[in-house]
């Protein structure tokens, strides 16, 4: 069996091998042979470091030394040097960008410090089918501070000092929202746990509740306490098997550890939850269409007033939050308020969970402070943009969301920054998107979204977000006019002004961010009739370069509508009139003579 | 009272608290425009779903526009209800409304009634800026109601009329955004559900989105066939309603110019509805003693309250939710169907006139009339006891298509022998009134003594659930009234529970009784005009010299000449009926 | 069946459920260190992760190799399910990305048995909040 002294973990991310960190990870093989060491120090390739602007990365363990900026030339150094003789290799330790002083501890650095896992702080670490391993790391701790310590006062006090806001989109602040639910005077008050995530790409909520249902119910439980309630409610998307069935083994143990039921730690606090499904409406994510359909009815908005604190489920002071929300409410309780309200920035405090997508190289689930730049999160953590593309836009707050440029890659990440910049924090979707895409498509791609999804009550969601994607369909398809971007802006506006709920009031973010931002593309479309990142069908062309086509007619045999012509051995021709774009053309061309124009 | 100061169009107001902007603005003469939203007052019918947006309002500091209709005044708010933002929003909501609309106004059945039209005209709209896909339907026919859903704009008014006022739970929204409509379950059509043609979708609905079966022209071939003898009947409620077609004020009685334009319509005799009324009376009265007195003597077999049984959608709606209660109900058939009954017998056989070419056509202010008539117990080998069942509305339209001046029309009587009624039958078609013309009566034959007293003001009102005792000679008689099927359904769950402390319910289906029939002229949600038509009714009742069904000469002539007795064999024969479980 | 009654028993249970998993750490069955979460979250599910959760167990439990295998939720890294989290007596857990079985038996034959690092170690770069 190999005792290996030390390791050197060579980069293996998309990003590091684009910078030669399969030679590296040679070089340093190499380098070990030659020198006998290979017994000793053992090479290995890891998965991405997510810290790709400053590949390759060389981490050196156990003294958990990290080298950026690693070429294949400086294995030799690093062996001499600090394999052999111990001295790091300081001109390739990273420099801290503010200190400008050389770290070279990896836990030292910034960079280690940008994901702060509090909602997720048992995701992937617990057994979520084992209560005890819950209560080992600490869980029901603060239901218990709460009923043996802090009065439902105290407790929501705590809350709202610590400055916690709802995570499920609109930001209101969590502790507020308690406090005015318990001021209001009912015998019969509702716990309810919004798990109806909708937002296309986000999936936070349902990672909480496979990784960590306990937090949930503790944090309702603590709810219920604090507002005088003693039923809970979680509605659940039905598309979520897995994420039900953790939740009600957890509810289960909960039950069988006396920690839901009556009497909950020897006290007079009673408290149970109640699973309700959902079919995965989007617009029930809206708290009053939730609670309609929790009640049997059609899942639709109504107007507040009423709020659900006010009136809710079954005409009962209701208090809706969302899953992150709860999550992040037990470690409130049990570090406190000023610790939580220490990770931030002034107005939205705590950390916030982001489902990164799109066309980003670590795809999944992060957590970091509020005030993380877009910078960071993509670059940092995200591993920076697939395929070594150019970045061009990142979408955040789902189909309620716009579209933020390069020039807000350094905006501090929290609600009202993304609010004033166009966008929203929504539940937490971050779609990255490069220069192949089309923002024009984008956006119909969320107006069609919203169009599904709109429950079709108030007027201009259900027909001015139809007449919006109208517009951007004829543009897409190169039919558009200049009148139609006016029409495009003045719509939007109407919409956002007037309609009934959440949805309608944010559908045309993506429409109105991308106009304002991207207007270069749709004046493309419609002036010049090309899609400049060459994703509208409509707008394409397969043109046969003559000087490579060899007249095999292996296009001819296979364009399905007959818009090729041309005699055998010498140049074909596309017909655009009869082309449908089907690309078939393209893909069996073995010269590599069909170009899109 | 907690009192809220704010500006409305920078005029101050005082307003209680919990006052919406739309009822402050409307009490400082600011008329805000209004769609979906409708509010019965009194009669606790209101639908503001917030769904239109046309009345949207700018108030400042607020983020978005405010719809007025549900958004409560608070203190200090400073509203403009037509800013340029309001103006333009409510215009453009109201273009894409019309965007998704048939522009065949000129043609459609509710043109010139219709909430949206007013709307655009009254705003202007000259133009629709965003075009696009319209949603298409298939149409759906009934014996009573049309549906046309290409016309509907999602004011969700006939779903809370549905639901929430009848609790006949037909019409409910459907799959979601642009696809979004209204319809019976699994979009099955309206005459394979438990629809009860109440038509009171019909008598809310903004657009011609739902309409009756339009039976004028039918009507207009029989009466010009020259092998047929066609008669008419007009209900009780028509004559209180009719003239507002014409322009005249609501409550105006027409029931002289009504007969007049009928023959001058070309019906060869004009009668009475009322006349039948009395008959009702007459059979479903007798019912009532008879029943009533078994039960006083001990017989268990006889089953307390009775119900009366005039109105057709009431009969449809128990026999869809309450199959078990159907023979609580009396037997007697309603007016219409017992006046179709004796016109086709006889009144036939004394004209001398085979039934085949005897055409009854009724006037009601109903919908679910056209349905009863159709259903298959009152026809005789397939020949109808009443051929057509017009609404009001659709008797103004046969008075415009034949140019008569309405309004100038003199005064004519109803024809003999099926035209002369009673006070007692005139208030048939209010709420109350059909139990008050059956005490009336009743109370006479059971004691045996004149009333001195005729106006029963206890059984009389507008509030949905009415009861009343009242003595009979020591007899105390409790009497229940509901109008309105979600009254109705909590007097049938008390008679399910045994807890029904009544000995006669009378039960109308609309709002009102058939004053506020689905086939009235449209009332665009102005309670006003149901009670004016009220009015009307008990001032012709109180005008009549004859106030009690059971000394309506032509009636007792009908049971000497014909019928015999009430109940008798005969009349069991051609005036009741039986009822059908359809659970 | 453990019913806690007071906030004294939880406290207790705490230390208990503790003191077992420290006794996992530092018992004196060093055979018995060896401890495996698989990351099972839906994305882990649907990226095979159930298959090599059973591969892992069948081949230890086959080779005669004496760890503790369980399941939990997801770990964020989506892009490189299924993952897993291994921890070898006294070392500090390696996370690993894109577990198919071949990867499992690698790691089994090369890390577990042999105590070497395998390609794919996905470098963890969080903080917790007891950090």
Redesign the interface.
């Given at each position: 069996m190999a005792d290996y002294k030390m390791h050197v973990l060579v980069c293996g991310g998309t990003g590091c091998k684009a910078s030669q960190s399969e030679l590296i990870k040679k070089n340093f093989q190499n380098q070990l042979e030659e020198r006998g060491l290979d017994q000793d120090v053992q090479v290995i390739h890891t998965g991405c470091f997510g810290f790709c602007e400053q590949g390759p990365i060389v981490k050196i363990q156990p003294d958990n030394t990290f080298y950026v900026g690693v070429t294949p030339e400086d294995s030799r150094e690093i062996v001499e040097e600090h394999l052999i003789k111990g001295r790091k290799v300081e001109r390739l330790l990273y420099t801290d960008p503010t200190t400008l002083g050389q770290i070279t501890e990896s836990k030292n650095m910034d960079f280690y410090k940008k994901q702060v896992r509090v909602a997720l702080r048992n995701c992937g670490f617990i057994n979520p089918e084992n209560i005890e391993e819950y209560i080992g790391n600490n869980g029901y701790a603060a239901l218990g501070k709460c009923l043996e310590e802090l009065s439902p006062e105290q407790a929501i006090q705590t809350i709202i000092d610590s400055g916690l806001r709802g995570r499920g989109g609109g930001g209101f602040p969590t502790g507020l929202k308690w406090d005015i639910t318990r001021k209001v005077e009912h015998e019969q008050k509702y716990v309810v746990c919004n798990a109806d995530e909708g937002d296309p790409g986000a999936f936070m909520d349902r990672s909480i509740l496979e990784g960590d249902p306990h937090t949930v119910i503790e944090a309702m439980a603590i709810c219920g306490y604090c507002i005088g309630a003693n039923k809970g409610l979680v509605y659940i998307r039905a598309e979520y098997p897995l994420a039900i069935q953790r939740l009600k083994t957890a509810l289960r143990q909960a039950r069988q550890y006396g920690l839901l039921g009556q009497n909950i730690l020897g006290t007079d606090f009673d408290f149970d939850i109640e699973i309700r499904y959902g079919a995965g409406a989007f617009v029930c994510g809206e708290e009053t269409a939730l609670i309609h359909s929790m009640e049997g009815k059609r899942g639709e908005p109504t107007f507040k007033p009423p709020f659900p604190s006010q009136e809710g489920y079954l005409g009962k002071p209701t208090n809706v939050n969302n899953v992150e929300t709860f999550a992040n409410v037990p470690p409130i309780i049990t570090k406190g308020a000023e610790w939580f309200s220490s990770i931030g920035t002034e107005k939205s405090k705590g950390t916030k969970v982001f489902a990164l997508a799109g066309k980003i190289n670590n795809v999944g689930l992060i957590e970091v402070p509020m005030g993380t730049t877009l910078r960071e999160v993509i670059y940092d953590i995200g591993g920076g943009i697939k395929n070594g593309k150019e970045f061009k836009s990142v979408q955040t707050g789902g189909p309620s969301g716009g579209c933020l440029t390069k020039a807000f890659l350094d905006t501090p990440i929290d609600y009202d920054n993304l609010l004033a910049a166009g966008s929203m924090m929504g539940s937490g979707g971050m779609i990255v998107m490069d220069e192949d895409d089309c923002m024009v498509s984008i956006a119909k791609f969320y107006l069609e979204f919203t169009l599904d999804e709109s429950c079709g009550k108030c007027t201009p969601c259900r027909i001015g977000n139809k007449r919006l994607h109208e517009i951007l369909e004829k543009i897409t398809e190169g039919k558009g006019t200049p009148e139609d971007l006016t029409k495009l802006r003045m719509l939007s506006h109407v919409i956002k002004d007037s309609s009934l709920c959440g949805l309608g009031q944010t559908s045309p973010n993506p429409v109105l961010s991308t106009l304002d931002n991207f207007m270069h593309e749709y004046e493309a479309h419609i002036n010049d009739s090309t899609c400049p990142a060459g994703q509208c069908k409509a707008l394409l062309q397969y043109i046969i370069d003559d000087e490579k086509c060899t007249g095999c007619t292996l296009c001819f045999r296979n364009c399905p509508v007959g818009a090729i012509s041309g005699e055998k051995r010498s140049p074909h021709y596309i017909d655009q009139t009869l082309c449908i774009k089907c690309g078939a053309c393209y893909e069996k061309c073995k010269f590599d003579a069909i170009k899109i124009a | 009272m907690e009192m809220i100061n704010l500006t409305i169009d920078n005029k101050s107001i005082v307003v209680k608290k919990g006052t919406t902007i739309l009822e402050a603005a409307a009490s400082i003469g600011v008329d805000i425009p209004t769609l979906c939203h409708m509010h019965l007052h009194d009669m606790n019918i209101e639908n503001k779903p917030g769904g239109c947006r046309v009345c949207v309002v700018e108030v400042k500091g607020r983020r978005n526009l405010a719809p007025a209709c549900c958004t409560e005044a608070t203190e200090g708010m400073e509203i403009s209800s037509h800013s340029i933002r309001a103006i333009n929003a409510r215009r453009t909501i109201v273009e894409l409304i019309l965007s998704d609309h048939p522009s065949d106004c000129l043609v459609c059945a509710k043109s010139g009634n219709c909430e949206l039209q007013d709307l655009a005209h009254h705003l202007g709209i000259r133009e629709i800026h965003y075009q696009g896909e319209q949603s298409h339907y298939r149409e759906d026919t009934s014996p009573a109601i049309i549906r046309e859903m290409d016309k509907c704009i999602l004011c969700r008014r006939c779903e809370t009329m549905c639901n929430e006022v009848q609790t006949v739970g037909v019409l409910s929204t459907i799959n979601r955004g642009f696809e979004a409509v209204v319809s019976p379950a699994f979009e099955m059509n309206l005459d394979h559900s438990s629809c009860t043609y109440c038509g009171q979708c019909v008598a809310v609905c903004p657009t011609g989105a739902l309409t009756e079966v339009d039976q004028t022209g039918a009507v207009i071939r029989a009466l010009s066939d020259p092998e047929k003898t066609v008669v008419v009947q007009t209900a009780p409620a028509v004559r209180a309603a009719l003239g507002e077609e014409f322009g005249l004020p609501a409550g105006t009685l027409v029931t002289g110019k009504m007969a007049a334009a009928l023959r001058r319509l070309g019906f060869n005799y004009v009668f009475d509805t009322d006349f039948a009324a009395d008959l009702t009376i007459m059979e479903e009265g007798t019912e009532l003693l008879e029943r009533l007195n078994k039960y006083l003597a001990g017989d268990q077999n006889v089953k307390l309250p009775i119900l009366t049984s005039c109105c057709p959608a009431w009969v449809k709606f128990f026999e869809h939710h309450f199959p078990e209660l159907k023979d609580i109900p009396s037997t007697a058939r309603s007016p219409q169907q017992m006046f179709g009954s004796i016109a086709k017998t006889y009144f036939a056989d004394k004209m001398q006139v085979k039934r085949e070419n005897l055409v009854v056509v009724s006037i009601m202010p109903c919908v679910a009339k056209k349905y009863e008539s159709s259903r298959e117990e009152f026809s005789v080998d397939g020949n109808p006891d009443v051929d057509y069942a017009l609404t009001t509305r659709e008797l103004a339209q046969l008075i415009n298509l034949a140019n008569i001046d309405f309004k100038s029309l003199p005064d004519e009587e109803f024809d003999q022998p099926l035209g002369e009624s009673t006070g007692a039958g005139v208030i048939f078609g209010t709420t109350g009134g059909v139990i008050e013309a059956a005490v009336r009566t009743a109370y006479e034959v059971q004691t045996g003594k004149s009333l001195d007293r005729l106006d029963f003001e206890e059984l009389r009102g507008m509030e949905g659930l009415r009861k009343a005792t009242i003595d009979f000679d020591g007899l105390p008689i409790n009497i229940g009234i509901a109008h309105g099927l979600g009254n109705a359904r909590k007097l049938l769950e008390e008679i399910k529970n045994g807890k029904s402390e009544f000995h006669a319910i009378e039960i109308m289906s609309c709002p009102g009784g058939c004053i506020g029939g689905g086939g009235q002229p449209y009332h665009h949600g102005n309670v006003e005009i149901l009670k004016k038509r009220q009015k009307a009714l008990y001032a012709e009742d109180q005008s009549k010299t004859i106030r009690k069904s059971h000394e309506n000469p032509y009636i007792k002539k009908l049971y000497e000449e014909f019928l015999g007795e009430p109940l008798s064999d005969k009349a069991h024969h051609l005036l009741h009926t039986e009822y059908f479980d359809r659970s | 069946?453990?019913?806690?009654?007071?906030?004294a028993?939880?406290?207790k249970?705490?230390e208990e459920?503790?003191s077992?998993?420290k006794l996992r750490e530092k018992g004196d069955h060093p055979e018995n260190l060896i401890q495996i979460?698989v990351?099972?979250?839906?994305?882990g599910?649907a990226s095979g992760a159930k298959e090599t959760m059973n591969f892992m167990i069948e081949e230890l439990d086959h080779q005669g190799i004496d760890a503790l295998v369980?399941?939990?939720?997801?770990?964020?890294?989506?892009?490189?399910e299924p993952?897993i989290?291994l921890t070898m007596p006294g070392k500090q857990p390696v996370i690993y990305?894109y577990v198919d079985k071949q990867k499992a038996q690698e790691i089994i034959d090369r890390h577990i048995?042999?105590?070497?690092?395998?390609?794919?170690?996905?470098?963890v770069?969080?903080?917790?909040?007891d950090d």
């Open positions: - | - | 069946m453990t019913k806690v009654r007071s906030l028993d939880l406290k249970l705490k459920v503790q077992k998993i979460k990351s099972m979250a839906t994305c599910i369980t399941q939990t939720g997801c770990m964020g890294f989506c892009y490189a993952t989290e990305g048995k042999m105590n070497e690092l395998v390609d794919g170690i996905i470098p770069n969080y903080k917790t909040i």
